[in-house]
């Protein structure tokens, strides 16, 4: 089978915004969905919506986001450093997304894509490991689908890893080793069967392993640097 090749137009990056407010504007299930993840991302939440759903209730209620009870209005987005425009009245989405761009605000429009600025992907995260899955809109449902496919080869194990990676590497790093860390330690670590040792629950084995590939990586750079 051939697929066509079209280009992407957009840039993947992690945006880092703890502090700074996210303005949602609608408190239906896609609105709750989004405040989910700019909770994660640690962000002060604004929801403009005459309704909300229990659980968006639930958040205002426990002061965990502030919320306008009534329908949007010109003035809304000021101070955001992001906007969601996910009401279900289509009219109200695009002037959200009009102003939000008026004010050079980065903006996502739920039903209408192309209006926003930038888009959602499907999140699979274990521990500090992040796989974000995107159709450039042309199919969410199957974006989806395979961040779930995913999961399935990515288990919680690779979490596990990282933790004990974050350590090792502040390690070899404090030894002046990061190159060898960025090589092949870390490849010869998972051949030698690291990712089973984790899946199993053999956590302490696992450390046993990296301990002693540490120190044969430590006695053959000293013997490199001739100390
Ligand atoms: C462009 C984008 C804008 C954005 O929201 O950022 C967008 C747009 C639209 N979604 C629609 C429908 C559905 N979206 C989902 C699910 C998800 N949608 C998500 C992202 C995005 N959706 C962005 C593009 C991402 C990409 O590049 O692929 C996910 C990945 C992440 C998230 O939303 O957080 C999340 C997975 C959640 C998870 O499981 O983690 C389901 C399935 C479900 O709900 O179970 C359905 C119903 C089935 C179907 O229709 O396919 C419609 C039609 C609406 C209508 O018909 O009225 C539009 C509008 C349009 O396409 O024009
Ligand atoms: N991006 C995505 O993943 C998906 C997008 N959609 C689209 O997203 C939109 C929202 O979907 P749902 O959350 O399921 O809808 P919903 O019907 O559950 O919620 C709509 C929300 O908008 C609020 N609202 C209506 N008029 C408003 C106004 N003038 N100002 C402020 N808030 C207002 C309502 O009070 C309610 O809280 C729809 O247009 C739908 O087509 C739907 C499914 C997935």
């Not at 006695?219 to 640097?225: I, P, T």
Request: net charge negative; aromatic share 4%.
């Amino acid at each position: 089978m051939q697929v066509r090749n079209q280009p992407f137009h957009h840039l993947t990056i992690s945006l880092d915004l703890a502090g700074r407010r996210a303005v949602l504007v609608g408190g239906g299930a896609v609105a709750a969905r989004k405040a989910g993840v700019l909770r994660e991302a640690g962000m002060e939440l604004v929801v403009v919506a005459p309704e909300l759903t229990p659980r968006l209730a639930e958040l205002a209620a426990a002061g965990e986001l502030s919320w306008r009870q009534r329908p949007w209005a010109p003035g809304d987005l000021a101070g955001a450093a992001l906007v969601v425009a996910a009401t279900s009245d289509r009219e109200v989405n695009r002037q959200v997304a009009d102003e939000a761009r008026l004010l050079g605000i980065a903006v996502n429009v739920a039903d209408r894509p192309e209006e926003g600025t930038c888009r959602f992907p499907a999140l699979l995260r274990r521990g500090r490991l992040e796989i974000a899955v995107g159709t450039e809109g042309s199919a969410p449902a199957v974006a989806a689908a395979v961040r779930d496919h995913v999961a399935e080869a990515i288990g919680e194990e690779y979490g596990e890893l990282l933790e004990l990676l974050a350590e090792l590497r502040e390690k070899l790093l404090t030894l002046g080793m990061a190159k060898a860390y960025n090589t092949d330690f870390v490849k010869n670590l998972m051949a030698q069967g690291l990712m089973e040792m984790l899946r199993g629950g053999e956590r302490a084995e696992a450390e046993r392993m990296i301990e002693a590939a540490l120190s044969s990586a430590v006695d053959s750079h000293a013997s490199r640097s001739g100390s």
